[in-house]
């Protein structure tokens, strides 16, 4: 089993395996940019999601941050997905991650956070999604906006790398297959399942794995 304790050993390792991507940025006009934040953290303050089992007493494990879309939002309401949103005009991708984080679940970090990035991904929605990584300290304390999230989750690192992951799918509005996650007893789709098949195969297990081919359930289209 790989050793996923929150660390300044995995911090490095993180680093490492991103640098090594020849990350591939997407430039089209007619779709807007978006930015979401992985933020790595520790299991600490685990919360209940998808009934995943989790252990109190692996608080030193790695976690990610995982959020409940609110049911207010026009757009995706309801679903699962990273801290996130669009890129104001004038800003970089690394300044919206950081904001969106701010003012969805009232954590605050700076550039100094940030460990890499993954492959930009087009959503069937109409937006460049760009994955900015963030390293936060342990025992963080996050608080929803309501106006944009429902709940927040940290959901333990070790959930990505279950043996069936990942999960894909044919249906017949497509000739790629959906890519899903498993998540305690449930999923998620892309295109959070997307991103975080990508941050698994390159940044926890080293490997230049592609990701953009991969659909999203019809659902997702709108």
Known sequence: MMDLTFNASMKQMLTTNLNNLDRRPIVDSKKKHAAVAIVVTNCARAASIAQIKFDPGARDQAAFILTIRSSRLSNHSGQRAFPGGRVDQGESVEQAALRELEEEVNLKLGND????????YVTRSGFVITP????????????ANPQEVESIHLVPMKELLRKEAPILESIPESENPVLKMPLGDEWIAAPTAAIAYQFREVALLGK??????????YFAWR
């Open 113 to 120: 956070s940030i460990v890499g990035y993954l492959d930009d």
């Open 208 to 217: 230049l794995t592609r990701v953009a081919h991969f659909e999203q359930p």
């Open 132 to 143: 900015v990584i963030l390293w936060a300290g342990v025992d963080i304390q996050c608080t």
